[in-house]
């Protein structure tokens, strides 16, 4: 088979095709991790890529310096320069969290108060979201592209609006005010979600091979919601800024989604992601969904990339390629991100991995 560039390796996996191999990207890998791979903090999203062996990138790079402005933010900030002018090379298009937050390990933050919890605190929308037509980050993440893209697919991070509005109401919270408030519930839902479809508008007009959609609704057991729940109360309203997607699209949520597959995937999605070990049995997603949606992770975060050696990364892999693989539709990459906790080698043991057992016609000894 002829030698694909990694654009349209990913591109072909992600419609269900057979590229020439196995591609291998990331939702996103933590910067310390990122500067301990490549021994400095002045390096380019092509260049990470180059070093690992990725075929696609987005998220954020330490490159420049300065605050990241990914619009993640709250603590009464009023001011969305941060948002719309960014230090750091970024390919995220987040909405805040309308909340009270505290710093974590290693630069992540926690949610302290969902601060959205009655219909008087709407008003905190006009003040927290960035408008989404104001141009100027649009345009300094358009040269990013033009710099950096290369051979590589592109892609923008955004949410759909589940994420947001589960942690800027609070879990509990929502929790009762699906019973006790609904129409709040999904009032702020709709707000997040109609602000992503504005924001998808100005994604769809640029340089971006794919969208990667996160909106964590499940733990390892299954969806912190009832079917009948997340039918009424979250996915009517993912699909506002779903259905503006006009680009190949991933979605990503830990967790078992098993009960809720089907509602998901009449999403329109191309590519599942994370698909936990843990969580969900990969084999029964290939067998029951593969002709449907392209699968992405499925690399053990618990123990092989962040414990193991690189010969149990190399073998997981190894495992993966040789029994989803066949037949195309499958995307390596970890069964999350590449956390800051994640070992250095493992990390480059994994695209080693993926270039050696990968290629198409798959013939693994």
Known sequence: MTEMKPRQRVLTALNLGVPDRVPFMESA????????????DNFTPDELCEKLGLD???????????????????????THDVYYFPKRIT???????????????????????????????IALFDKFLPDPHHL????????????????YAVFARIRLGAAPTINSMGFEELCYKIFDNPNLVKEVHRRFSEWTAQVIQHLNKMDFDFIWAADDIADNKGPWFSPAIFQEFFLPYMKIAADEIKKPWVFHSDGNLFPIMDDLLSLGMQGIHPLQPAAMDIVKMKEDYGHRVCLVGNIDLDYTLTRGTPEEVEEEVKQRIETIGQKGGYIVSSANSLA?????????????A???????????D
């Open 340 to 352: 800051s906790y994640v070992k250095p080698e493992n990390a480059l043991a994994l695209g080693q």
């Open 354 to 364: 993926v270039k050696k057992y990968g290629k198409y016609p798959l013939i693994i």
């Open 136 to 151: 100027a980050r649009y345009d300094i993440v358009s040269d990013w592209i033009s710099k950096y893209k290369k051979d």
């Open 56 to 78: 696609a990138f987005g998220y954020d790079y330490p490159a420049t310096g300065g605050e990241l402005g990914t619009g993640e933010v709250a603590r009464g900030i009023t």
């Open 29 to 40: 890998i933590d910067e310390i991790l990122q500067v301990q791979l490549m021994g400095r």
């Open 91 to 121: 390919f995220d298009f987040l909405p805040p969290w309308i909340a009270d937050k505290g710093e974590g390990v290693a630069g992540r933050s926690f949610i302290k108060k969902g601060l959205l919890t009655d219909n008087d605190s």
